[in-house]
């Protein structure tokens, strides 16, 4: 398993006090790929510049996908803009895989007479276990990504924190990316509301 996927996992399967925006999860698997790429040494950061070394093999389809799709040429990409770029509908991705895998089903309930949902819930598998064991052992990226989306966990206030600098940078630079995509909702809303008085004002 992956980084990324257990962070997806997680944040399906975790309680949050707030359902996770799918913007919000997008930013941070793409950040979680960076952190995996870092841990095999395919990567470096250079100050934030995503510098590549190698591209070795990954067994995970969606990493090796990241992998290649690094920029390689100087002056390299920014881990804010690869945020953004690789972030793109990146939850939609991982939840197809997990669909293809099987590993995800469809739960189809009525509500009402005629109205249908459905439910998305993840099935008891080797990566869901292996997922939860690493959430419940506090490990220190995956906590501070679910955190960084809003899913909570009890992490005691001795658990380790992360210390390797590279990682930290990219830590900072989804919380950075976060940010600013709130904002960015926040805008929209306004000027909703805006249109909306301006409507009420004319009378329409």
Same mark, same amino acid.
């Given at each position: 398993?992956?980084?990324?996927?257990?962070?997806?996992?997680? %944040?399906?399967?975790?309680?949050?006090?707030?359902?996770?925006?799918?913007?919000?999860?997008?930013?941070?698997?793409?950040?979680?790929?960076?952190?995996?790429?870092?841990?095999?040494?395919?990567?470096?950061?250079?100050?934030?510049?995503?510098?590549?070394?190698?591209?070795?093999?990954?067994?995970?389809?969606?990493?090796?996908?990241?992998?290649? !799709?690094?920029?390689?040429?100087?002056?390299?990409?920014?881990? %804010?803009?690869?945020?953004?770029?690789?972030?793109?509908?990146?939850? !939609?991705?991982?939840?197809?895989?997990?669909?293809?895998?099987?590993?995800? /089903?469809?739960?189809?309930?009525?509500?009402?007479?005629?109205?249908?949902?459905?439910?998305?819930?993840?099935?008891?598998?080797?990566?869901?276990?292996?997922?939860?064991?690493?959430?419940?052992?506090?490990?220190?990226?995956?906590?501070?990504?679910?955190?960084?989306?809003?899913?909570?966990?009890?992490?005691?206030?001795?658990?380790?924190?992360?210390?390797?600098?590279?990682?930290?940078?990219?830590?900072?630079?989804?919380?950075?990316?976060?940010?600013?995509?709130? /904002?960015?909702?926040?805008?929209?809303?306004?000027?909703?509301?805006?249109?909306?008085?301006?409507?009420?004002?004319?009378?329409?």
């Amino acid at each position: 398993m992956t980084t990324p996927r257990d962070l997806f996992i997680v %944040s399906m399967d975790i309680a949050s006090d707030r359902p996770v925006e799918r913007g919000d999860l997008s930013l941070a698997l793409a950040g979680a790929e960076v952190i995996d790429l870092l841990a095999a040494q395919a990567v470096s950061l250079d100050g934030d510049r995503i510098v590549p070394l190698y591209q070795p093999t990954f067994t995970d389809r969606l990493l090796e996908q990241a992998a290649s !799709s690094l920029v390689r040429d100087a002056p390299y990409e920014s881990v %804010s803009d690869w945020l953004w770029r690789r972030g793109r509908d990146l939850s !939609s991705a991982y939840l197809a895989d997990f669909e293809a895998e099987g590993q995800i /089903t469809r739960q189809r309930r009525h509500r009402w007479l005629l109205v249908q949902s459905t439910r998305l819930t993840l099935v008891d598998s080797p990566a869901r276990r292996r997922a939860d064991d690493r959430w419940a052992s506090d490990e220190p990226v995956l906590v501070a990504l679910a955190a960084a989306i809003g899913v909570h966990g009890e992490a005691s206030a001795d658990s380790p924190g992360v210390t390797d600098e590279s990682v930290l940078t990219v830590l900072d630079a989804v919380d950075d990316a976060l940010q600013e995509l709130a /904002t960015e909702r926040q805008r929209r809303v306004s000027r909703l509301e805006k249109a909306a008085q301006d409507n009420r004002q004319r009378g329409w």
